[in-house]
């Protein structure tokens, strides 16, 4: 029995094999529980596994690569038009297996635990943003039912919490309300103490991860943008261009073309929605600085607001920082404003 290639459907409790020989011939085809997928992978030679993207599927492909094998991770809607018919564990199986060996098929770069690490930071405090947000909401909605209006501003409605929470200040509600809304204001201060704490540690990780540190020359990419960008491209040499790197993130148009005719409409929005909303933020700061300072702003950004609205901008000036990011990422150098591209010879 000669195993060359294998589909691994990857689960919380019991995994499903199914491996082929040279021929294509299926050899195996089992069920593992969890505590037996190292041990049977470790008596195997060599080979080709296949495994669908996931959140496990980073630390799988560590431990088999380990062993000596070839593990390559595919997107799951890639692997989904290989599904014959149904769906079961062994035909997800089957379609890893032979998705995994088409020539045209598209890989996920594995992912390091110190990138999955610092990924872990920001989806912590994406959660926590949501979470004050909402305790925001609610003790604004939970005052304006009492007629009394918190000035717009995050800092406004801080402020106002420390000092309901410190009971420098009591507005009049009802006691059982003004009781709910101590428990609010301490929630969302400690949320915020919690959140700033999260914000010094990625600003501690900019400094530290070289990548990082020349993300942030380009403008518009701060810490947070920087570092994300740092540990969620574990290779940037999987992108051919910049303008692939941007259509990984889902900023190129999508197209309807039929006949020859060419139709593109809005941006696909495919990709990483998290990395997306980063850098679409700092692009609108971009715009945002170009309409009270023209005079230190870019060029071309000037040009495009002055024939399309400042939202087309924002997101065409996004397309254009994902393509310097590619650039910055895969040369190891740093922004250099006004750069002039070099002619082939």
């Not at 942030?216 to 992108?239: E, H, M, N, W, Y």
Request: hydrophobic share 45%; glycine share 6%; charged share 25%.
């Amino acid at each position: 029995m000669q195993i060359t290639t294998i589909g691994l459907d990857l689960a919380k409790r019991v995994f499903q094999v199914h491996a082929v020989d040279p021929s294509g011939d299926v050899v195996v085809r089992k069920a593992l529980r969890r505590s037996q997928v190292l041990p049977f992978f470790t008596k195997l030679p060599p080979c080709l596994i296949g495994i669908e993207a996931c959140g496990t599927s980073h630390h799988w492909a560590r431990e088999l690569t380990r062993l000596g094998h070839e593990v390559r991770m595919m997107p799951p809607a890639y692997v989904k038009p290989y599904v014959k018919r149904g769906k079961n564990d062994g035909v997800d199986a089957e379609a890893i297996c032979e998705a995994v060996t088409r020539p045209t098929m598209r890989f996920v770069a594995m992912k390091s635990a110190e990138q999955q690490a610092a990924l872990s930071l920001h989806r912590t405090r994406n959660l926590l943003v949501k979470q004050r947000t909402q305790l925001v909401n609610m003790i604004r909605g939970l005052l304006a039912e009492f007629g009394i209006d918190i000035p717009e501003g995050l800092e406004r409605a801080l402020g106002l919490a420390r000092q309901i929470a410190a009971k420098e200040v009591t507005p009049d509600v009802p006691q059982m309300a003004m009781h709910v809304l101590g428990l609010l204001c301490r929630q969302v201060l400690d949320t915020h103490v919690r959140l700033q704490a999260i914000d010094r540690a990625i600003l501690a990780l900019q400094r530290t991860d070289e990548v990082a540190r020349r993300l942030s020359t380009i403008p518009g990419i701060g810490p947070v943008g920087a570092t994300a960008l740092a540990a969620s491209v574990a290779d940037p040499g999987q992108f051919r261009s910049g303008r692939e790197f941007a259509a990984w993130l889902g900023l190129t148009p999508s197209q309807n073309s039929s006949g020859g005719k060419d139709r593109l409409g809005r941006i696909t929005k495919m990709g990483d929605r998290y990395l997306r909303k980063l850098l679409v933020i700092g692009a609108t700061s971009l715009v945002r600085r170009a309409k009270y300072k023209p005079q230190a702003a870019d060029p071309h950004l000037l040009a495009l607001l002055a024939r399309k609205p400042a939202r087309v901008a924002s997101v065409a000036m996004t397309n254009k920082m994902a393509r310097v990011v590619w650039a910055v990422m895969a040369r190891g150098e740093v922004y250099q404003a006004r750069h002039t591209p070099s002619l082939a010879a």
